[in-house]
């Protein structure tokens, strides 16, 4: 094998990315356009932090280059979300 990266779990990555572990999550599902590339044991997925697949992952996602910004994306979803559930104040 030769190259020996350091293997995370979703929180981890979450918190080395400041995300929510639960976005990095969905980011591996197979609906998502460009999904972050993981490894699979059974019900666990874990990253290998530093590894080329990776790092392009993210070069792709931090120059905007990628499908969509997804976190963007869902950042102003909720707080629109949100504020259409709030009752106007009198």
């Known amino acids: 094998m030769g ?6 779990d979703a929180k981890e990555l ?12 969905e980011g591996t599902r197979s609906r998502t356009d460009d999904p972050i590339p993981h490894l699979r044991f059974g019900i666990y997925v ?5 590894s080329p697949a990776l790092n392009s992952w993210l070069a792709r996602h931090r120059q905007g280059t990628g499908k969509q910004n997804d ?3 869902d950042i102003q979803w909720e707080t629109h979300r949100a504020d259409a ?6």
Do not use: C, M, Q
Request: hydrophobic residues 35%.
């Open 3 to 8: 190259d020996n990266y350091e293997i995370i």
């Open 14 to 25: 979450g918190r080395r990315l400041s995300v929510p572990w639960t976005w990095v999550k």
């Open 46 to 50: 874990r990253f290998e932090w530093d």
């Open 71 to 73: 976190l963007h994306r």
């Open 85 to 90: 559930e709030t009752p106007a104040r009198r």
